[in-house]
């Protein structure tokens, strides 16, 4: 995500790709190699990163070979986040820099290099990307990724400049060749797009329309990663819980929930991101029955005031959302919470902003993503007076962002003594400290060894802070 995204919590979007996880085993050798290679940098959220393994698997499948440079690169591809400002802009500094160091290119290689923009940006800019960069040769929205081959085609048999910016695609981008980049936690898409418009974002115009995979396809997907080792499935979609089943058996989200944590092999599940209007009791029920659906839920509320929710048209008043706070609660587990909130959206008022204070303080949340609002081309946003000033907008979020810290630590102090089992996601060599993250999403650090990377282990808490957990390993 952007420069403005703010963390208070595990450093990681609810799900995101772990710091020192091992990658995934390299792409089948039985691929001849065609002698190039590729560089991707990803912007943003998981969905981006996940996309990031999709197009990877599809060079590779097609014999290009990753490397860990864009020197070293024949085709450097950015896959870019448009959703607030600031990471919008990241792509362009990116391709300026780029352009210098085409100046004086080390070998004259430089001058050869296929650059691409992918993603929500290219999505956005269209074709003004080559005006814009003419080094640019490759622009490609996300709804569009499956004609990547194609395109590489067209570059490969000297076409200057293809894209691939259609929205009306029925397809939702899926790939037996995906190379995930962990090797236990695999992310999968049953949803792309999103038809909600709410007022301040652009991911209805850059993902395109909501298209869902079939239940069946889905489940067969879970089955062929646990084949492969993966034992944590991340279900992912920009509005996970809209998922419809195309298919006739018509599964509804909470029973798919059900089907692919009954997968043999399957030890935990989550799921992001859901919208509240769609957040049904019967998902809480799903978790309540079904041990390998962790105990989480990122819910974004955005905003504490009605009056704001209506203008951001999300669809639900803040009693409503509440109400899905209390059901939530009732749940037989103890069920970490989650959620975004925008300061200083259009028309937010001091005593509106004190709303989204006193809803911190009524849900008390386990981690919450806080943004400044940031207005985004082609949003109904755009046309209201955005009346907060940069200023004020960083003192309302620096305001919450300490109010939740406070939340958070006393949340976390109140487990220093339990135990609970964690999925070892990566170690730190100078520390000699395992990393791991229990079900409710929250890090533990403690002493392990590089090859507990990947395990389920019972750690005892021994001391918290507002970010992680600090604890000891019990054996059994
Ligand atoms: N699909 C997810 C979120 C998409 S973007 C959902 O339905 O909630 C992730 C978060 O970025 C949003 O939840 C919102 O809090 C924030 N965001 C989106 N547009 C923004 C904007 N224009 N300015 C600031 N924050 C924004
Ligand atoms: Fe964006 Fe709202 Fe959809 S935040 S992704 S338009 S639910």
Not at 296 to 301: G, S, T, W, Y
């Amino acid at each position: 995500m952007g420069n403005d995204l703010i963390q208070i919590g595990s450093g990681v979007p609810p799900g995101a790709a772990a710091v020192v996880a091992p990658r995934a085993p390299e792409f089948s050798p039985a691929i001849a190699a065609n002698g190039k290679s590729f560089y991707i940098e990803t912007f943003g959220c998981q969905m981006n990163v996940h996309d990031s393994e999709k197009l990877a698997g599809v060079l590779m499948a097609r014999g290009y070979r990753p490397v860990e440079t864009h020197d070293d690169a024949d085709i450097i591809l950015y896959n870019t986040c448009s959703i607030r400002e600031k990471a919008a802009q990241k792509v362009f500094s990116r391709l300026g820099a780029f352009r210098k160091s085409r100046r004086s290119p080390p070998s004259g290689v430089a001058a050869q290099k296929i650059i691409g923009v992918l993603g929500c940006v290219a999505q956005q800019e269209g074709e003004k990307f080559f005006e814009r960069a003419p080094q640019v040769s490759l622009v490609c929205g996300s709804a569009s990724y499956a004609k990547l081959p194609e395109l590489l085609d067209q570059l490969e048999s000297g076409n200057r400049r293809v894209k691939g910016l259609d929205l009306d695609t029925e397809d939702c981008f899926e790939t037996e060749f995906t190379r995930r980049d962990n090797r236990f936690r695999a992310y999968l898409t049953i949803i792309e797009g999103c038809d909600q418009r709410c007022a301040f974002c652009v991911v209805p115009m850059t993902r395109g329309p909501e298209r869902s995979r079939s239940g069946a396809k889905i489940v067969a997907d879970c089955r062929r990663l646990v084949d492969q080792g993966f034992t944590e499935i991340q279900i992912l979609g920009q509005i996970v819980n809209a998922w419809q089943d195309p298919s006739p058996a018509h599964w509804s989200f909470a029973e798919l929930l059900g089907r692919v944590a009954e997968v043999p092999g399957v030890c935990r599940v989550r799921f992001t991101t859901s919208h509240p209007r769609y957040f049904t009791p019967d998902i809480v029920a799903a978790i309540d029955s079904h041990p390998a659906l962790c105990d989480q839920i990122h819910l974004p509320v955005q905003a504490g005031s009605t009056p704001v929710l209506a203008r951001m048209l999300r669809g639900y008043t803040r009693e409503e959302y509440l109400e899905k706070i209390h059901f939530i609660r009732q749940s037989r587990r103890p069920i970490s919470l989650s959620t975004d909130i925008i300061v200083g959206f259009c028309g937010e008022t001091e005593q509106d902003f004190e709303q989204t204070l006193s809803l911190l303080a009524e849900v008390e949340y386990d981690q919450v993503f806080s943004f400044k609002f940031s207005t985004r081309p082609n949003t109904s946003a755009q046309n209201f007076a955005d009346n907060v000033d940069e200023e004020e907008k960083g003192r309302r979020l620096t305001v919450l962002q300490e109010a939740q810290r406070q939340i958070q630590w006393r949340r976390n102090q109140a487990l220093v003594g339990e135990t609970f089992e964690v999925l070892v996601e990566g170690y730190q060599p100078r520390l000699l400290q395992a990393v791991g993250r229990t079900t409710s999403n929250r890090v533990v650090n403690f002493p392990g060894a590089p090859e507990d990377i990947g395990r389920y282990m019972q750690v005892k808490v021994t001391s918290a802070g507002p970010n992680s957990l600090v604890g000891e390993r019990i054996a059994i």
